[in-house]
């Protein structure tokens, strides 16, 4: 029988191959007293040396096959080996402790990762395997034990590992790495974004698929719903394969969109971008085709670090993001940390409701110093492309007022410095508490667009933690509330000439396309890789019957029976 593991879709496709189950080399690592310590910093310092020269091979080799962007990793990791606090931390562990390498190392990176997973952030957590990668590295030069190469796979073959790091994911051939699944992780995972860029198949947090697959099992890797199968039996295998080749044949069709217009068969034309997190995700944006940068969350230039990034820092990655988009709009967010993205070095209060406290536009009102060299580089950055800024978490016409009051005197400032600034720059605001989308028309007179913040909205809404498992069942994008507040917005932002879009997950997904496009929604942003299935199925609805079908679900008591309807109606195309 058909043995199925569950998982967490990571990256669409379906694979098929043998398995090949990454084994993590035995490092035993025992304290060892030294006698000569001297000789053991110099050894520590060979092995960091050595795994410099291993990492410098990778990152070329990483730039060669996969571009700038996935290189950086490396140069992340590379820039750990640098870290006094980490190098120079091992070399006076073993001098102050008289320990071998291998014992101080290990104690100190381990320290570093407990700190980074401890932190209640996604992105955070993430940093911990950076360290985890590095350490192992030169633990592994230390020991002299042999890595196990992915690279030295020369079959078709999925892999099956506890997690894989960036270095291993670099090592993969793609002509022989047709997917993989890995025990641990969730959907930003180091291991799940890659995957996503190299576009193959992977299926992360599977808890158990090291255990419970073999190296020579035959294996498919779900990538669409999340699941593993092990030694599928014939009827699955010709389901799966009849699910491969339509999938395939989707992906071709999508592909021939990348230059066509987001257009309703009637005519109706709508934007679809992406959301990002750094510059670094600009290539998937212009190779899936998006016509904008809906939401740039610019609080991973703040986050990693130990102090406040300086405007020249901001300024540099707002501008890259403007000169490479070309005048295509970019929405840039301002500052939105707090809630479940922390900032050690603000030394903010711990509170009960993070979700409810201090956080986004209410710290940067009161942090003004910090608030105005983003809002410096912002705005110098606006001479270099189409930038309109949003403001998060706004509750008030109070804040929004306040807000817009400083970009107009930093606009002010920069122009009797002498600073170029572009002569019309929009002013936005983010609708995610239900407070603003209620009094949507009297924002809508002083705003330039809204951006309806879904991810949020949807938890203030129905009072339900986005983080949380146990209310994820009320978590519900389809409920009758939210789609009269998405509504409620939409129409606020017409009547006065404005536009509203949407960067919440929900703008991407399938079932809300058509209620969204029936609704009015100008802008859609949306992760890169769904911008193109995004396209295809606007592509192959009307207008007028999308607006029908607004209309239906909003009078409809339930989130069930409006997503039914949707379906019924035959609005979902694939
Ligand atoms: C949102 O709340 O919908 C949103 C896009 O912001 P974030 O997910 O960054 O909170
Ligand atoms: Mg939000």
């Given amino acids: 029988m058909t043995n199925t593991l569950e998982g967490i879709a990571a990256s669409k496709g379906i694979a098929f191959a043998k398995a090949f189950v990454l084994e993590q080399p035995e490092m035993t690592i025992e304290k060892q007293e030294i006698n000569d310590v001297d000789a053991e910093i110099t050894r520590f310092k060979d092995a960091v040396n050595s795994s410099k020269e291993e990492l410098q091979i990778i990152k070329d080799k990483t730039l060669n096959d996969m571009g700038e962007d996935k290189a950086e990793i490396f140069s992340a990791h590379l820039l750990v080996l640098e870290d006094p606090e980490i190098i120079e931390g091992v070399s006076s562990k073993i001098k102050d402790d008289n320990v071998n390498a291998e014992h101080a190392m290990k104690e100190l990176s381990d320290m570093y990762i407990t700190m980074f997973e401890g932190m209640d952030n996604e992105y ?43 270095s291993d994911t670099a090592q993969l051939d793609l002509t022989y790495v047709l997917g993989f699944a890995t025990d641990i992780g969730g959907r930003t995972s180091h291991s799940a974004i890659m ?117 020249e820092e901001q300024f540099e990655a707002y ?86 009051a400083m970009v107009e005197d930093v606009k002010e400032t920069l122009i009797k410095e002498g600073q170029a600034v572009a002569d019309k720059v929009e002013t936005g605001i983010m609708v995610e508490i239900p407070s603003t989308a ?58 006065e000439g404005k536009w509203a879009g949407m960067c919440g997950e929900m703008a991407g997904e399938e079932t809300a396309v058509p209620l969204l496009l029936g609704l009015g929604l100008d802008e859609f942003s949306m992760s890169a890789t769904s911008v193109l299935p995004a396209r295809s199925q606007v592509r192959s609805l009307s207008k007028k019957e999308t607006e029908a079908l ?16 949707v379906e019924r109606k035959g609005f979902i195309v694939s």
């Fill in 438 to 495: 209620a009094i949507a028309d009297l924002f809508a007179k002083e705003v330039d667009f809204f951006s309806i913040g879904t991810n949020d909205l949807i938890q203030y809404t129905l009072a339900a933690d986005r983080m949380s498992e146990k209310v994820a069942h009320l978590y519900q994008p389809y409920h009758p509330a939210i789609l009269r507040l998405v509504k409620n917005v939409i129409d606020a932002a017409h009547n």
């Fill in 195 to 311: 995957a996503r860029s190299m576009e193959i198949p992977a299926v992360v947090g599977t808890k158990e698929a090291t255990k419970t697959v073999s190296t020579g099992d035959t294996v498919i890797i779900d990538g669409l719903e999340g699941h593993v199968l092990i030694n599928p039996d014939e009827t699955v295998v010709n389901t799966y394969k009849e699910k491969q080749a339509e999938y395939n044949r989707q992906k071709e069709e999508w592909a021939k969109l990348v230059s066509e217009k987001s257009i309703t068969t009637d005519e109706h034309q709508v934007e679809l971008a992406a959301n990002i997190g750094t510059p670094n995700d600009l290539d998937g944006v212009l190779s899936n085709g998006a016509q904008g940068i809906g939401l740039y969350r610019t609080e991973f230039l703040y986050m990693g670090r130990n102090e406040l990034p300086s405007e």
């Fill in 124 to 166: 955070m957590k993430e940093r911990a395997s950076d360290i985890r990668d590095v350490s192992q590295r030169i633990l592994l030069h230390l020991l002299g034990v042999e890595n196990t190469s992915l690279a030295a796979i020369q079959e078709e073959t999925v892999v099956i590992a506890e997690d894989l790091t960036p």
């Fill in 319 to 404: 501008k890259t993001v403007l000169e490479k988009m070309e005048n295509k709009p970019v929405v840039i967010r301002t500052l939105d940390v707090g809630g479940d993205k922390e900032l050690p070095y603000l030394n903010l209060p711990q509170e009960l409701n993070p979700f409810l406290g201090f956080r986004a536009i209410r710290l940067c009102l009161e942090e003004k110093d910090m608030f105005r060299t983003q809002l410096r580089a912002l705005l110098r950055a606006s001479a270099f492309g189409n930038l309109k800024i949003m403001f998060p978490m706004v509750a008030t016409l109070e804040e929004f007022r306040e807000a817009k």
């Fill in 550 to 565: 607004a209309e239906e679900a909003i009078q409809l008591p339930t989130s069930k029976e409006v997503a039914e309807l």
